[in-house]
């Protein structure tokens, strides 16, 4: 098990910035890939970023490239996610997830997930 925890949503303004953490409590987590994924209310969950474990892979969504990015403090078991230019469409639950490798997009890839941080951009 990887336990996570995200931190760090809230509500804002469109235009403004915003930076989720995402905590684990292994030892083993700067081994593993991370990712962010979102899901809005009656839309399916979809990817946003990840990284791999040695940080020198990343992947995003065509929707947030160049307003997003993802990076991770393998000291402190903790991966990132620097939103800016946010707009209301990228308002819903964010999750972390952690998986075994491969920056993919699917979440079936990634088997630990965290409990999700709400993001709410006000227009």
């Known amino acids: 098990q990887v336990p996570l925890v995200e931190s760090g949503g809230g509500v804002v303004q469109t235009g403004d910035s915003l930076r989720l953490s995402c905590a684990a409590s292994t030892r083993t987590f700067s081994y593993y890939v991370k990712a962010w994924f979102r899901q809005a209310p009656g839309k399916e969950r979809e990817f946003v970023a990840a990284?791999?474990?040695?940080?020198?892979?990343?992947n995003y969504a065509d929707s947030v490239k160049g307003r997003f990015t993802i990076s991770r403090d393998n000291a402190k078991n903790t991966v990132y996610l620097q939103m800016s230019s946010l707009k209301p469409e990228d308002t819903a639950v964010y999750y972390c997830a952690a998986g075994i490798s491969g920056a993919y997009s699917s979440p079936s890839r990634y088997p630990y997930w965290g409990q999700g941080t709400q993001v709410t951009v006000s227009s």
């Open positions: 990284i791999t474990g040695s940080g020198g892979g990343t």
